[in-house]
């Protein structure tokens, strides 16, 4: 989605970090990745990929942790170049 709230520098680095973390992903969780991004609610997305809620709840979870310390990993490779 557009939005006008997040400074530019944010949205750059978003936009280019999401596709490369989203690309390390098995292909099944990177499904969830993106029916959850399109605004999809839980139960729907466990419907549609044969999960209980409870664990796209999880994966929720998981997806934010590793997206985090991808960003971080990648902050800290700038700073050696």
Do not use: M
Not at 20 to 44: F, I, M
Not at 46 to 51: E, R
């Amino acid at each position: 989605r557009d939005n006008t709230q997040t400074p530019i520098l944010d949205q750059v680095q978003f936009r280019c970090d999401f596709p490369r973390w989203l690309g390390r992903l098995p292909s099944s969780k990177r499904r969830v990745v993106e029916e959850l991004a399109l605004g999809h609610r839980t139960q729907d997305v466990a419907a549609a990929v044969g999960l209980t809620p409870g664990r796209v709840s999880q994966l929720r979870q998981e997806f934010h942790d590793d997206y985090r310390a991808f960003c971080e990993g990648e902050a800290g490779n700038d700073v050696n170049v």
